[in-house]
């Protein structure tokens, strides 16, 4: 009988699906992170259903979509009344289960959703890195200590020691853990990045490699105007920008080089003279994913909670002992979803999926048994949008004002041209539009009446079975 796998869950914050150098990134360096897929699979078509923290992690910890678990835009301070999540249904199991670092943004913060013991930084009173770093880098050290935020487009080196910041105490936390787990029982360590959500400040090393080799420039759509008066006057932590000259290179420096310098400590967790492969030979899976993307001045926009593609797809990489028998270095271009993260798991680690888990187990896929798949995910973030795409088409409607849009992500993946008007595809536009009348049929927004979609209707972050009871 084969001995239950460990299981390494390592998510990023903040990381678009496009910077990986396995995606053949202009300048962008992750080999650590490319290995993984190497190793195992890269799914190129992986997408967060609603691109923001909160759901996108209620997502992950239950395997279902925002309109079961009700989050379905950015709402801070709800309570959760869960169902069983992963860390729980491992932890049942037999399994130790720890999490290290960027908290899963849940409330209240040292709510555990399952995990056995967490060491996690949350910006509260109850953050473990922040007392951390008052210890041992002095009483007056901040994270936000260099002057820039968690928000913002301004970037410049991390001001304090490497040693300090977030991303090699993730990993130093990490491998106390691996030092002092239970023997005895497999483990399901989540390590939990902070990188590269702003502030835009890794190690000098990093920001300036990036500054040195320079950045590709954002993509700008047909359809997208810049900020009025080229955003002069506009605060730092905006949601449109006009970046250019040494502005846009700082910044997409600084994002750039927060993701290579995870990608350097995940080898500290991955090499295979110290790190795990070591310490449990083959017998290790491996899932890297990221919570949303970053628009990163793309169509003059800052942030996540859109549709596109810099906002809505991410990476999803996964590797597994030989035993399971995937072939390695696919990539699978099949629409796959942080909900599919947990159903996956469960099912290479042989424990019961539970009924209230809406993703599907990815195994079949990586067997190349092609199953039956699903057409579409529906992506969505209040008050903004309802959206639908295959990771070949996308179909986009503004809830607010009812306005559409329409790419063909082969011939344009970086969605510069807006068809919604091409009246070549207006057949294709109306099978999109029909299929998201048909899932907004339940919805108590009054998004649809069957026939029409309805603009103007209120669309909050939190639905109303998940609100909280007074």
Not at 304 to 324: D, G, N, T, V, W
Request: with cysteine; hydrophobic share 35%.
């Amino acid at each position: 009988m084969n001995e239950r796998p460990n299981i390494l869950l390592v998510i990023t914050d903040q990381q678009r699906g496009d910077c990986l150098s396995y995606e053949r990134h202009p300048v962008l360096m992750t080999p650590n992170m490319d290995a993984i897929a190497g190793d195992g699979a890269h799914f190129s078509k992986a997408y967060v259903t609603c691109p923001s923290c909160i759901a996108a992690r209620r997502s992950i910890l239950s395997g279902q979509f925002p309109r079961t678990h009700g989050m379905v835009g950015y709402a801070d301070g709800v309570e959760w009344d869960a169902p069983p999540t992963l860390p729980g249904v491992l932890r049942n199991a037999g399994y130790q289960t720890w999490m290290v670092g960027r908290s899963m943004h849940q409330h209240p913060p040292r709510k555990r959703y399952g995990y056995d013991h967490m060491v996690t930084n949350c910006h509260t009173g109850a953050d473990d890195y922040e007392r951390w770093l008052k210890l041992h880098a002095g009483a007056t050290a901040e994270w936000f200590g260099g002057g820039v935020m968690h928000n913002d487009w301004t970037a410049r080196p991390f001001h304090l020691e490497e040693r300090f910041h977030h991303t090699n105490w993730v990993v130093d936390e990490s491998l106390e853990f691996l030092r002092r787990r239970d023997p005895a029982c497999p483990f399901f360590l989540t390590v939990s990045f902070i990188a590269p959500h702003p502030p835009l400040q890794p190690p000098a090393h990093y920001f300036e490699r990036y500054l040195r080799t320079g950045v590709p420039d954002p993509s700008i759509g047909d359809w997208e105007t810049p900020p009025a008066d080229g955003g002069r006057g506009m605060d730092v932590a905006p949601f449109q920008v006009a970046l250019s000259g040494e502005a846009l290179l700082s910044a997409r420096a600084g994002y750039y080089g927060l993701i290579n310098h995870v990608d350097d400590q995940l080898r500290r967790l991955l090499n295979g003279v110290t790190g795990l492969p070591r310490m449990v030979g083959d017998n290790l899976i491996v899932c890297f994913i990221s919570d949303h993307g970053e628009m990163l001045g793309d169509h003059y926009l800052w942030r996540k909670q859109l549709p596109y593609e810099a906002s809505a797809r991410i990476p999803f990489l996964l590797s597994a002992p030989s035993r399971f028998g995937f072939a390695r270095g696919q990539t699978i271009d099949a629409p796959v979803c942080l909900e599919d993260v947990m159903p996956t798991l469960l099912d290479l680690a042989d424990v019961p999926i539970p009924d209230t888990v809406e993703g599907r187990s990815l195994l079949p896929l990586l067997r190349g048994e092609q199953p039956a798949w699903r057409d579409y995910l529906h992506l969505e973030h209040a008050p903004f949008h309802q959206s639908l795409t295959d990771g070949k088409e996308k179909f986009i409607w503004y809830t607010g004002d009812g306005r559409e849009q329409f790419f063909d992500l082969l011939e344009d993946p970086r969605e510069c041209r807006d068809l919604i008007r091409d009246p070549d595809r207006q057949e294709r536009i109306a099978c999109w539009r029909a299929r998201l009348i048909d899932e907004l049929r339940e919805r108590p927004e009054g998004f649809t009446d069957g026939a029409r979609l309805i603009p103007g209707q209120p669309y909050r972050a939190v639905l109303p079975h998940a609100q909280p009871t007074v």
